[in-house]
Antibody, heavy 119, light 110 residues
Framework: QVQLQESGPGLVKPSGTLSLTCGVSGGSISSSNWWIWVRQPPGKGLEWIGE???????NYNPSLTSRVTMSVDKSKNQFSLKVNSLTAADTAVYYCARRSTVGGFFDYWGQGTLVTVSS | QSALTQPASVSGSPGQSITISCTGT?????????VSWYQQHPGKAPKLMIYEGTKRPSGVSNRFSGSKSGNTASLTISGLQAEDEADYYCYSYAGSSTWVFGGGTKLTVL
């Protein structure tokens, strides 16, 4: 059973950078899947942030692409997200997930981690 | 890239059927058979309910079904049960290697 676990600071300052890591267990990050970040502001809907493949290929949400960077670390079986130039609007629960290359659906999710942007 | 359009809320009584729509455009829902649906209970991660528009993962009740017509995908839940009360999100490929969620629908079981 694949399990994903987000980790990172729960509080970051405005104009700063959010850094999160998603550890993958029970499966290899080098498998034929995309690795995804999704966020959900409190009381609001889900937003696709972007995705990364084992090769390092990335696709980002056009509305966030100037502020987002994703990377993969095969040696640690994990992938990471950085979002810079933070504002209060970036306060959200951040989820990592695995997306099947066939069918495009998310089959495994982390439990989510709340990141608050505040001074 | 705009969010897919879903009704903000739907409701039904136990045993009834409800349908949640997810309207996109010819650039996303209408062009690809890559719509999936997720159920989210408060404080929990979303759960896959339907993929590729109509397919149900193993372990998901056959009371859940999906369909698509033109630019609109739909999720139907038959024989409503109290545990179906949750938020539901559609998700689709939007072309150019991007993906988009619907705004979400809150299902209330009366």
């Amino acid at each position: 059973q694949v399990q994903l676990q987000e980790s990172g600071p729960g509080l970051v300052k405005p104009s700063g950078t959010l850094s999160l890591t998603c550890g993958v267990s029970g499966g290899s990050i080098s498998s034929s899947n995309w690795w995804i970040w999704v966020r959900q502001p409190p009381g609001k809907g889900l937003e696709w942030i972007g995705e990364i493949y084992q090769s390092g290929n990335t696709n980002y949400n056009p509305s966030l692409t100037s502020r987002v960077t994703m990377s993969v670390d095969k040696s640690k079986n994990q992938f990471s997200l950085k979002v810079n130039s933070l504002t209060a609007a970036d306060t959200a629960v951040y989820y990592c997930a695995r997306r099947s290359t066939v069918g495009g659906f998310f089959d495994y999710w982390g439990q989510g981690t709340l990141v608050t942007v505040s001074s | 890239q705009s969010a897919l359009t879903q009704p903000a809320s739907v409701s039904g009584s136990p045993g009834q059927s409800i349908t949640i729509s997810c309207t996109g455009t010819s650039s996303d829902v209408g062009s690809y058979n890559l719509v999936s649906w997720y159920q989210q209970h408060p404080g929990k991660a979303p759960k896959l309910m339907i993929y590729e528009g109509t397919k149900r993962p193993s372990g998901v009740s056959n009371r859940f079904s999906g369909s698509k017509s033109g630019n609109t995908a739909s999720l139907t839940i038959s024989g409503l049960q109290a545990e179906d009360e949750a938020d539901y999100y559609c998700y689709s490929y939007a072309g150019s290697s991007t993906w988009v969620f619907g705004g979400g629908t809150k299902l209330t079981v009366l």
